[in-house]
């Protein structure tokens, strides 16, 4: 089993800057890739960004790319998300989810955090 610990959420106007953090305890052996995913209110969990481990393969999506950057710690066992240039359509809880393969679907990711809220006014 795999544990996931989100943190770092909060209100921020637009422009501003917010990194998540979320930490990995358990069998985190058995994962091999991080990602973050969001939902906002009425609207289906859709993918952020993910990695794997050793940090050499990320993706994002296009609504995004250049201003979120995702990242580990694997001292940590830690995966950060690093959020700038933040826009009102941010506004989501953030999930953490752990899995075996980088992908942008959840459906490949077995573990799940309790989520952080964002939410970013104008």
């Known amino acids: 089993q795999v544990r996931l610990v989100e943190s770092g959420g909060g209100s921020v106007q637009a422009g501003g800057s917010l990194k998540l953090s979320c930490a990995a305890s358990g069998r985190t052996f058995g994962t091999y890739a991080m990602g973050w995913f969001r939902q906002a209110p009425g609207k289906e969990r859709e993918f952020v960004a993910a990695i794997n481990w050793s940090g050499g393969n990320t993706y994002y999506a296009d609504s995004v790319k250049g201003r979120f950057t995702i990242s580990t710690d694997n001292g940590k066992n830690t995966v950060y998300l690093q959020m700038n240039s933040l826009k009102p359509e941010d506004t989501a809880v953030y999930y953490c989810?752990?899995?075996?393969?980088?992908?942008?679907?959840?459906?490949?990711?077995?573990?799940w955090g309790q989520g952080t809220q964002v939410t970013v006014s104008s």
């Open positions: 989810a752990a899995g075996g393969i980088v992908h942008r679907s959840p459906q490949y990711f077995d573990y």
